[in-house]
């Protein structure tokens, strides 16, 4: 277990603010966040590269505050790999392990193992100025790995690859982490590989860390507007909560939602425009919420299509780009928006 407590640091004019979280033997702690939000600098001070104001670093209760960076115990791998170009494959996989003084016939049998593991045998001889981003990553991750780490610190590791190499190199990394059941804090700011590792996610921005919380609340229950825009909730609004009948009624402007969550008074509202239904024709359905607008925005983003209307309020659904050609929804439609009140979130 790895563990940070009112951890505080100060550089120059930016501040980290009372970091505190777990993460748990096998678990895997993504921070997520914009860049410049304090991601690596957090990383570094874990690892012991940077040393904070205050607060403290602790390992299944060991005080790590105080120790320097090599005996921590700890697998760091950055998202610019810092390989040597000098030496070979081999020598910087095996670079801690003979640091630390490790037998020849030992470092080559650990080097050989996690070589054939992540499928680089035939690099060990080559230097690595010449590799491909995918085959540099893999070194990195060879290179923290043989160490046999306590936990594994990953800065953005697949950044710097395209999406193929990105999928395959992700997979390994998961299979490796099954196997060694570490915890692990992986920093990035791609949210789709967040969901693909993730066990918990935090958010961080400007130095302090705005919500923990499990993958799929972060994303569908957003509990700041920062959270709410950065993980393209899209759908946000203020507004005034009522308890009518057993549930919650939100006043947006002229219109009138229902949420789930047990809340009264002055809120934010969030909906994520993949909750949202969108017909050209009425639904009847159990959804308790079904507005009527006019299409006021049709925009392609990636592969997804989404859609605006003004249902009294701005209203954005995403769809693909198959049903935008099979409901031949154009700017100026009237169309249907239907969602349930499990997906208005309230804050």
């Known amino acids: 277990m790895i563990e940070t407590e009112s951890l505080n640091y100060r550089a120059g004019k930016f501040f980290m603010h009372d970091i505190s979280f777990r993460v748990d033997k096998g678990e895997t702690l993504v921070v997520l966040g914009p860049t410049g939000a304090g991601k690596t600098v957090l990383l570094e001070l874990i690892a012991g590269f940077r040393h904070p104001s205050s607060g403290s670093v602790k390992m299944d209760g060991r005080d790590l505050s105080v ?66 981003g995918g085959e540099q990553q893999r070194i990195a991750l060879a290179r923290a790995l043989i160490l046999e780490p306590k936990a594994l610190l990953l800065d953005e590791p697949f950044s710097s690859v395209d999406p193929n190499t990105k999928d395959l190199l992700m997979r390994e990394l998961l299979r490796e982490l099954g196997i060694r059941n570490l915890p692990v804090i992986y920093v990035t700011h791609d949210q789709v590989e967040a969901t693909q590792v993730a066990d918990k996610v935090a958010v961080i921005n400007e130095g302090r860390i705005v919500q923990v919380d499990l993958p799929e609340k972060v994303f569908s229950a957003p509990k700041s507007e920062f959270v709410a825009k950065f993980v393209g909730t899209r759908n946000i609004f203020k507004g005034t909560a009522s308890r009518i009948d057993g549930s919650t009624v939100v006043t947006i402007g002229p219109v009138e939602v229902r949420s789930s969550v047990s809340i009264e008074g002055k809120v934010h509202v969030t909906i994520r425009p993949e909750d949202i239904i969108i017909s050209k ?67």
Do not use: W
Request: net charge positive; with cysteine; proline share 2%.
């Open 281 to 347: 024709d009425k639904i009847e359905s159990s959804a308790r919420n079904n507005l009527k607008g006019r299409v006021t925005s049709v925009v392609e983003k990636g592969g997804i299509i989404f859609v605006t209307a003004d249902c009294g309020i701005d209203l954005t659904t995403a769809i693909t780009r198959e049903s935008l050609s099979q409901m031949r929804i154009t700017i100026g439609d009237d169309v249907y928006f239907v969602f349930k009140a499990a997906s208005v979130n309230l804050f």
């Open 67 to 132: 120790e320097p960076p090599e005996k921590r115990g700890l697998g760091f791998v950055y998202q610019d790999y810092l390989l040597f170009p000098h030496i070979s494959v081999r020598e910087n996989i095996s670079y801690g392990l003979r640091a630390k003084g490790v037998g020849k016939a030992e470092v080559k049998r650990r080097v050989d193992a996690i070589a054939e593991r992540l499928g680089i045998t035939h690099l060990l001889d080559r230097r690595t100025r010449n590799l491909s």
